[in-house]
């Protein structure tokens, strides 16, 4: 049986992720594709979709394939790369809730979900 508690962190994630998804273009420092703060990720995803494998020795491969399986919905690498961010923030923050929950208490869990959708960084 789920508690209002609950119900109340579910909605916060999804309202955060709904408002990142919306407002987080405008918002987003990030404004150029393949800036230094993405490491090229979203040029990677690019190369992806236009058939090759980039190889890297120094950065994994999944998040250029989730943001290029993205980019096939959004258009593209860019735009793929925004939308697997902004569910994995929202991810995150629900993740940030539950385990919050289960050492402390729902209160706890609560408080740490705002406290992280609150966070700049994220």
Request: hydrophobic share 50%; charged share 15%.
């Amino acid at each position: 049986m789920r508690s209002r508690i609950d119900i109340l962190a579910y909605a916060l994630a999804a309202a955060f992720v709904v408002f990142l998804a919306l407002f987080g273009g405008s918002v987003h420092f990030i404004e150029v594709p393949n800036s230094a703060e993405m490491d090229g990720y979203a040029g990677k995803a690019d190369e992806i979709l236009s058939g090759a494998v980039p190889r890297d020795p120094y950065h994994p491969l999944l998040y250029p394939l989730l943001a290029a399986c993205a980019g096939i919905l959004t258009g593209d690498g860019f735009s793929g790369a925004r939308l697997v961010s902004t569910l994995s923030a929202g991810l995150f923050a629900l993740m940030t809730y539950l385990v919050g929950r289960r050492c402390f208490g729902r209160g706890v869990g609560l408080f740490a979900l705002v406290a992280t959708i609150l966070n700049f960084n994220v």
